[in-house]
């Protein structure tokens, strides 16, 4: 290539030994890495620009930033305090720990909601690699995360022992309250997913039209 010496009116290309001057145009040859691209590479570098947009670049699918690790992790931290972690300690009439697993296995089968919500967000999050696709599902998984917290809420007002003819002595443990808190976590975090549009980036300016050729 650094053999190669062009005009820089036409663009017409010759080896160092064919010749010092453009025949056609009679201007001295230039060096071809020398000279500025061509007014078609300059069109095609813009098009390409327009085509893919800073917000539309596909990032890694393993990228944790722009709120993606965040949510993720906000999300299996949710599901495993769901499964696992202590909700509830009933002492009358019977004695038994329960977790949010157990209870919508058995009579408050409306925590499920909250759960599925969680596993549907792994994925939405997971699936979205571009900044305007991240975007563009804020408001559901707005949605989604909070839908824990709007159940835990009901537990907290409601009382299992009314209307009952054996009285119910419980207590809520740290489990529901993690929940709650995680919720209210990942409404915040949802709102900012994918964070802020990228800076508008120029594209490629054009050329100048090539000036009439100086001969010497």
């Known amino acids: 290539m650094s053999q190669l010496l062009a005009c820089p009116f036409c663009r017409e290309l010759f080896d160092r ?3 010092e001057r453009c025949p056609d145009c009679d201007i001295p040859l230039e060096p071809l890495h020398r000279l500025p691209p061509s007014r078609e590479a300059v069109e095609e570098e813009a098009a390409r620009w327009e085509q893919t947009r800073p917000e539309d670049v596909q990032r890694p699918f393993a990228d944790p930033g722009r709120g993606r690790g965040a949510l993720l ?3 299996l931290a949710s ?3 769901f499964g696992l972690a202590p909700w509830v300690n009933v002492t009358s009439p019977y004695t038994a720990v329960r977790s949010g697993y157990s209870l919508a296995r058995g009579p408050l089968g409306f925590l499920w909601g909250g759960a599925v919500a969680w596993l549907v967000t792994l994925a939405l999050v997971a699936s979205r690699r571009t900044i305007r ?3 563009g ?3 559901i998984l707005m949605a989604f ?3 824990t917290g709007s159940e835990v809420a009901v537990l907290l007002v409601m ?3 009314r209307g009952r003819e054996v009285p119910v ?4 443990q740290w489990g529901l309250f993690v929940a709650l808190a995680l919720s209210a976590l990942g409404v915040v975090v949802a709102a900012r997913f994918g964070g802020s549009l990228p800076p508008e980036t120029p594209a490629p300016a054009a050329p100048a039209p090539d000036a009439a050729p100086t001969v010497h």
């Open 133 to 135: 696709q991240m975007r």
């Open 137 to 139: 599902v804020r408001a």
């Open 17 to 19: 030994t064919e010749a």
């Open 145 to 147: 995360a909070a839908m």
């Open 79 to 81: 599901l495993l305090v």
């Open 159 to 161: 009382s299992p022992s």
């Open 169 to 172: 002595a419980y207590e809520w």
């Open 73 to 75: 992790a906000v999300a």
